[in-house]
């Protein structure tokens, strides 16, 4: 005979269920073991490397994920073929946006990403059955949208100084969700995009963003680690930098 839900407890969790971070702190977390289990067989684990296409901008949708690593660069293609970055998203973020038949954005793996794909029609019919899933899809688009309104703010009225601390002080809270403020801690992280692209993300000229991060350095506050590595010493003081 069929289990009932509430006879199904954690140790029937799927094992990649059970330490993933999307579970824990996106939107697999609003899900019932049960749910977690049929999920679980529609849904499929895929790397991707950096630079690879990973959804094109107005393609119909017919799957969605969930960025279990890496981070994933958003951005629209205009008519003359130039193309704007308009957001980047980081583990365990939803990739995608339910109830739309096409996508909105370009997504490229800004980075090496792992994603946790699934069919779209699987989680929508979810979304019907589990009010705390559409609370929690409901919630990471008020995030993105409040998220999106500050960078209107950055890009307005932020002098170069502080979009640059700007984007490396959100970067890094992004990378580093246990990132404290004052307590000492190296932050440690990749840039997600080249210098070229956070000059396009941030409206700065490629030599403007260098000077950028070359003052931070003689400062103190980050330290370059490799060619993308950076480490920050201060968060406090990165986020008094930006404006924040």
Same mark, same amino acid.
């Given at each position: ?32 073991? =049960?749910?977690?289990? @049929? ?9 991707? =490397?950096?630079?690879?296409?990973? #959804?094109?901008?107005?393609?119909? #949708? ?17 008519? %003359? ?10 583990? *365990?973020?939803?990739?995608?946006? *339910? ?42 688009? !008020?995030?993105?949208?409040? @998220? ?7 890009? &307005? ?6 979009? #640059? ?7 890094? !809270?992004?990378?580093? *969700?246990?990132?404290? !403020? ?9 840039? *997600? ?13 490629? =030599?403007? #963003?260098?000077?950028? !991060? ?5 400062? &103190? ?7 993308? &590595?950076?480490?920050?010493? %201060? ?10």
């Amino acid at each position: 005979m069929a289990r009932s839900r509430k006879d199904i407890h954690n140790s029937d969790i799927p094992n990649l269920c059970r330490a993933c971070e999307a579970r824990h702190r996106g939107i697999c977390g609003a899900l019932s073991a =049960e749910q977690l289990i @049929e999920l679980n067989k529609r849904a499929s684990r895929r790397k991707h =490397e950096l630079g690879a296409t990973l #959804v094109r901008d107005a393609e119909p #949708v017919t799957r969605y994920s969930n960025i279990i690593s890496g981070v994933v660069k958003l951005s629209k293609l205009l008519a %003359d073929g130039r193309q704007q970055i308009v957001g980047l998203q980081f583990a *365990p973020d939803f990739l995608g946006r *339910p109830l739309r038949t096409d996508s909105q954005t370009a997504a490229e793996a800004a980075t090496d990403v792992e994603l946790c794909s699934f069919p779209r029609v699987v989680l929508e019919r979810l979304m019907d059955e589990t009010p705390d899933l559409e609370r929690k899809l409901f919630e990471q688009s !008020l995030k993105e949208l409040d @998220e999106a309104r500050e960078w209107m703010v950055t890009l &307005g009225r932020k002098t170069a100084p502080e979009k #640059v601390a700007n984007f490396l002080y959100m970067t890094a !809270l992004h990378s580093n *969700p246990e990132a404290e !403020l004052g307590d000492g801690a190296l932050v440690q992280f990749d840039l *997600p995009l080249t210098r070229s692209e956070i000059a396009d993300f941030l409206g700065l000229t490629i =030599e403007t #963003v260098s000077r950028q !991060l070359t003052s931070l350095r003689k400062a &103190g506050i980050i330290d370059k680690v490799n060619k993308r &590595g950076i480490s920050i010493a %201060d968060m406090r003081k990165l986020k008094n930098l930006s404006g924040l």
